[in-house]
């Protein structure tokens, strides 16, 4: 079984979490608050390879009481540096990653205290999601994952239906390119057919007075 999953975003109006030049301060103090609250109820926070490669985020909690989440990197390529920040300090870290690496590759996560989970790659040379997912919650009782991108990530999750809510809050400005908080990930797939899920739309706030937080849960067809 996987975990209940759930996507926390920031986007501008075009659905865009961050710009073709890497321009991404998209969130206000409220949201940031609010997006700490949720890591504080989350079992683990998860990011992918590019989004840590582009911020180098900690996904600790630091704006609101509570629990930092344990923090988990997707990482087929081993892309993402060892000494990255959220690879740092106490808790569970967890790098998901290929089959196809042996203990000599793995070792410098290791030694930096990283847990492992390995996964077969699909055809398209991704990590499987479902079955690293399982792993997460049989080997870790993550029970509640929150999803923090990047967009491949994102829409990889979507597309293979293991997302059970997105949560995004809307920024008011527009980008006009970059990256879509579901990017399809450049020539390894074939066109969609339709809508990958259906939204419903389940609670909505307004933060900081000019952004606005929706709350959808997901149906597949
Ligand atoms: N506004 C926001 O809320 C927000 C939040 C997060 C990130 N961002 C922005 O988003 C951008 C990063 O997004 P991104 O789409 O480039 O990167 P991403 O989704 O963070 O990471 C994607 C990478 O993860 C690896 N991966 C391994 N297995 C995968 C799988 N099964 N499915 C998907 N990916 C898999 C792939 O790298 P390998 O092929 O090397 O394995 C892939 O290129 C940054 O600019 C960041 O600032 C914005």
Not at 33 to 58: E, I, Y
Not at 193 to 198: E, H, Q, V, W
Request: aromatic share 8%; glycine share 8%; charged share 25%.
């Amino acid at each position: 079984m996987k975990p209940y999953t759930f996507i926390f975003s920031t986007m501008s109006v075009d659905g865009r979490i961050a710009g073709e030049t890497g321009f991404s301060r998209l969130s206000c103090h409220e949201d940031f608050v609010l997006q700490h609250r949720l890591r504080a109820q989350s079992d683990a926070v998860m990011v992918g390879a590019g989004t840590v490669l582009a911020d180098n985020p900690r996904l600790t909690v630091r704006l609101t009481p509570g629990k930092s989440p344990a923090r988990v990197v997707v990482d087929g390529r081993l892309r993402s540096r060892p000494d990255s920040r959220v690879y740092q300090g106490p808790g569970l870290r967890v790098l998901i990653t290929s089959t196809r690496w042996g203990p000599e590759d793995l070792k410098p996560y290791r030694e930096a205290g990283v847990e492992v989970i390995q996964a077969p790659e699909d055809s398209r040379g991704l990590v499987d999601l479902r079955l690293a997912l399982e792993d997460l919650r049989e080997s870790y009782n993550v029970r509640r994952l929150m999803v923090e991108g990047g967009g491949r990530l994102n829409y990889e999750l979507l597309a293979r239906r293991l997302v059970d809510e997105v949560r995004v809050t809307i920024s008011p400005l527009a980008l006009g390119s970059g990256t879509s908080i579901f990017q399809k990930p450049e020539a390894r797939m074939e066109p969609s057919p339709g809508p990958l899920a259906r939204f419903i739309l389940v609670d909505y706030k307004p933060v900081c007075g000019n952004w606005l937080h929706l709350v959808y849960k997901i149906l597949y067809d």
